[in-house]
């Protein structure tokens, strides 16, 4: 069931953004060549606790970690280890939930360390600009079909494609509610955007094919192909005067 939120609730959801942008920025600041994806995923559980909110993903579906943090091939859900260790010219994908009062937001950065390459480059701009045109459709009287279409057609431009096995959701008392935000799709089809839906919009940009696997450790998601891929990901909320970013913030500094 598709839930609608009353100004109050979004208030409490904003909250849990910022908890999740401050998250993000201590991650950011830990993101560097030579240091464990499990030092980033301390900074984040550190600043999570420490600002009174309960890191979200830990504890998940069994999830290890206070974050993901997935390296070039890797989508989604990269489980940070002091045995991976970040390389200059590395894609690093940092994604935080944060739940706070019985609420929740979520968002995600992909940075490069040190120099891309073009291909990295390119993604990272491409990955940036399918959020952009996603939120912008996020209007009441919308269809959800215009948000998918819109990341999928903005990635088609620039010569990429987006992953279609895993989606961005619904998102307030739960992690994960209805409905599904598929990166692609037609427009004009599904379900009618209503002021008072929060989102959690994620376009998953790789530069070959979009087809993934998963991992020996359950969690961890490739591409089949090993070429790169850039997830972005923010906490929307639907509003009369149109979309309203609450995870806002991260962009000043990844």
Excluded at 61 to 69: E, L
Excluded at 200 to 209: F, K, Y
């Amino acid at each position: 069931m598709i839930t609608v939120k009353s100004a109050a609730e979004i208030d409490v959801m904003a909250r849990a953004a910022a908890g999740v942008v401050a998250a993000l920025k201590d991650a950011r600041a830990a993101v560097k060549a030579g240091a464990t994806t499990a030092v980033v995923d301390d900074a984040v559980r550190r600043r999570i606790e420490r600002d009174g909110g309960r890191p979200a993903f830990l504890g998940y579906m069994g999830y290890p970690a206070s974050s993901c943090v997935s390296l070039n091939d890797e989508v989604v859900h990269g489980i940070p280890s002091p045995r991976r260790v970040i390389r200059d010219g590395d894609l690093v994908s940092v994604d935080v939930g944060v739940e706070l009062e019985g609420y929740y937001a979520d968002a995600a950065f992909t940075v490069a360390v040190g120099t891309a390459d073009e291909v990295g480059r390119r993604l990272l701009v491409c990955a940036r600009r399918c959020l952009a045109a996603a939120i912008e459709r996020c209007r009441p009287g919308r269809r959800l079909g215009d948000v998918s279409y819109a990341i999928e057609r903005v990635a088609g431009e620039d010569g990429f494609q987006v992953v279609r096995e895993y989606v961005g959701h619904g998102i307030g008392t739960r992690m994960h509610e209805e409905p599904q935000v598929p990166n692609y799709g037609p427009p004009d089809r599904g379900v009618q955007l209503r002021e008072g839906m929060a989102l959690a919009l994620e376009p998953m940009v790789v530069a070959g094919d979009w087809r993934t696997r998963v991992g020996r450790d359950g969690w961890t998601v490739t591409t089949r192909d090993g070429l790169p891929a850039v997830h972005v990901e923010h906490t929307v909320a639907i509003t009369a005067n149109g979309p309203v970013v609450l995870t806002k913030g991260w962009e000043e500094f990844a």
